[in-house]
């Protein structure tokens, strides 16, 4: 059963001339994934899975600036990279100053930073254009990729994001059964930034929910950040399972990067509850989700305001038909490459998102010409899902 419904109107994307290198880590020489490359202020890429990334020709670049909270930052001047050059970066180790460490009240520092969203975010009306990527896999062979070039617009930190969809491609969605995504970039968006909507465990009236542990200080850019780990306070309350790590800027307290999981022991009792209760309808397939792991991620664009600059979703889920069951693994990573806070267009969601996607739309026939996009370059990995697909549209 073949169901493709990802919304999207379609165009080609435009192929740039880029220059290719890619980030390593200097000690042990392994690629380092999700290294952010700035440049002419507020835009900005992200290296993939294999480290890779590409700058494109035509703009007027002087120099790239990469960060990671791992490593640490390094400026180079454009006319200093070679065409494959390969940069490396030395990692940047947790400092434990124990002092701090007697100090330091870690959900104190959560709350203060709860509370200093407003200052610290950007909140005047502003656009981000943004790139979107999202593969599927049905059984580690892959059935599905997506990608989307948009812009969102927002006007204050009370508003939704409204985000239009600008140029796509896709391949046709080769899954045995019905695998539905409804909401897709907008709903990775909306959903993902978790301090625009204070959700869940930096919610003030869930803090006491959670146990907040401070783990040390990190030197990131040209600040310190707080690394403060977090789980779920009672082992048995199911409406509490995620759990990971907070990084917050030392001096504003602005959330730099969140990065989650879920507890799966939780997550299995609320899908055998889920599973038990629900009335298992024969003529449509039936999901479990297994895991979910999901890293969110926010910049400085000026001198004193963040705004979301990426999100990385990963999550498998267990789909079950009739006779028929598949582990389905779903990867999305959204990147946003620039915004603007001056002559701010607003935009209008161009796709119904309450259901199934609406609008007709086409498919990339010839995947073979399915080149690399210098927002976020494919991985090796995904190189083969798009060849996994091929496959499946030739033997179709």
């Not at 520092?109 to 979107?132: C, M, Q, R, V, W």
């Not at 990608?147 to 009370?158: A, G, L, M, R, T």
């Not at 399915?370 to 370059?377: E, V």
């Amino acid at each position: 059963m073949k169901n493709y419904i990802f919304l999207i109107s379609f165009l080609f994307f435009t192929v740039i001339v880029v220059s290719q290198n890619n980030v390593f880590d200097l000690n042990n020489k392994k690629p380092i994934e999700s290294v952010h490359i700035l440049y002419n202020n507020y835009n900005g890429l992200i290296t993939n899975e294999d480290g890779y990334f590409e700058i494109p020709k035509d703009k007027n670049i002087d120099s790239i600036f990469l960060s990671h909270l791992t490593f640490k930052s390094k400026r180079i001047a454009l006319s200093n990279i070679k065409k494959g050059d390969t940069i490396y970066l030395q990692e940047s180790p947790i400092i434990l100053d124990e002092i701090i460490l007697k100090k330091f009240k870690a959900k104190d520092t959560i709350l203060k930073a709860i509370y200093n969203i407003d200052k610290n975010y950007l909140n005047e009306p502003h656009n981000s254009f943004g790139f979107f990527r999202q593969s599927m896999q049905e059984d580690s062979k892959g059935i599905e990729m997506v990608e989307v070039d948009f812009i969102s617009y927002i006007e204050n930190k009370n508003s939704a994001y409204s985000t239009k969809i600008t140029n796509a491609r896709r391949t046709e969605n080769y899954s045995e059964i019905s695998f539905n995504t409804i909401g897709g970039v907008f709903s990775v968006i909306e959903k993902g930034d978790f301090v625009k909507q204070q959700s869940y465990f930096i919610d003030p009236n869930n803090i006491n929910n959670y146990i907040y542990t401070y783990e040390g200080q990190i030197d990131y850019q040209d600040f310190k950040v707080y690394k403060i780990r977090f789980f779920p306070k009672n082992k048995e309350d199911l409406k509490f399972l995620r759990q990971g790590e907070l990084y917050i800027d030392t001096k504003s307290l602005a959330f730099v990067e969140i990065n989650y999981s879920v507890d799966e022991a939780k997550l299995n009792t609320i899908m055998e509850v889920k599973l038990e209760n629900a009335e298992i309808n024969s003529r449509k397939p039936f999901f479990i989700l297994k895991n979910l792991h999901n890293v969110i991620r926010y910049r400085l664009i000026n001198e004193n305001k963040w705004a979301l600059s990426s999100i990385e979703v990963n999550s498998d889920k267990i789909g079950s038909f009739k006779d028929l069951s598949h582990i389905y693994t779903l990867k999305a990573k959204l990147i946003i490459n620039n915004i603007k806070t001056d002559n701010v267009v607003p935009v209008k969601t161009n796709y119904n998102l309450s259901k199934d996607f609406s609008k007709a739309i086409r498919r990339f026939d010839n995947l073979e010409s399915w080149n690399d996009n210098y927002k976020l370059s494919l991985s090796n990995d995904e190189k083969r899902i798009l060849k996994d697909i091929n496959e499946k549209e030739k033997n179709n």
